[in-house]
Each structure stands twice: as C-alpha cells, then as structure tokens.
C-alpha cells in the first residue's frame, strides 16, 4: 500500500509566472519521503547525517499534466521498489486534494546505497528493506 503525504503549495515553491518551479516538484517529493521514511520509524538525524550509509539520487525523472500554484493542496503517494540488493527506486504521483483520478505530476527518483566514505556500493539495510516493504505496491 502506497504512503500518502499531505502538503500545501507555498509561495516559496512557486517561480515568476506563479507556478511551481520545475525543480521544486523534487523537493516536494523529498518531503514524502522523509516523512515515510518517519513514519516507518527512522531516526531521520542518524538516517541523514550519521549512518553508516548513504542513499544518493542516481536518477531523477518528473513528468507534469497540470500546473499546480500557491495555495494548492496536494497529496503526494509514494510506491518504492527494490531493484535489487544495492538499489530501489520510488515512484510518487502528485494530486491535488480531492482530485484522486488524475495526477498533476508523476515523479520516479533511483536511489543506490553506499558507503558515504568509501563510496562504494553497499546492501540496502534491513530497515529500509522493511521500509521498502511497508509502503511497496501489493503487486509488487
């Protein structure tokens, strides 16, 4: 079952024609999945700046249907996936609230796991393969 995250559009994501910057759409989706990754109950400070690995964004993709703008509520659904022991990807689609059918964005981000000092490939650890379940499709 995908992890849903709710957000408003705030001024700040928003570029001089008033709607949201192409780059910040990433943003927002980083913020899903912090807050998944919360939910599921990891320690964000450890996970972020003292673990013994790193999960860099290997691959970024973000296809729009619709402009979104301040003020806009959305609800962003996260779906990760294992690609295999080294690397998962996750795929978002962003709604606007109320609005289940159509999404105004698709995002998909590829993640490999590493050792931050030697940065070299590492296996992705037991908690965020449990992660990866927790919120996988259940036809995956």
């Known amino acids: 079952m995908p992890f849903t995250y709710s957000r408003t559009v705030r001024f700040q994501d928003t570029d001089a024609a008033g709607v949201v910057y192409f780059a910040n759409v990433l943003a927002m989706c980083h ?79 590829r993640h490999v796991c590493i050792d931050p000092t030697s940065r070299t490939r590492k296996e992705i650890p037991p908690t965020i393969i449990q992660w990866l379940h927790q919120w996988q499709a259940s036809s995956v």
Not at 44 to 72: E, K, N, Q, T, Y
Not at 79 to 106: N, W
């Open 31 to 109: 913020e899903a999945y912090e807050e998944s990754l919360a939910t599921a109950g990891i320690n964000l400070p450890s996970f972020f700046s003292r673990s013994s690995v790193g999960f860099p964004i290997v691959h970024a993709s973000v296809d729009f249907f619709r402009p979104m703008f301040c003020g806009d509520r959305q609800v962003i659904s996260l779906t990760p996936k294992q690609l295999d022991p080294h690397k998962f990807e996750i795929f978002y689609e962003v709604f606007g609230a109320g609005e289940s059918d159509q999404p105004v964005a698709k995002v998909n981000t």
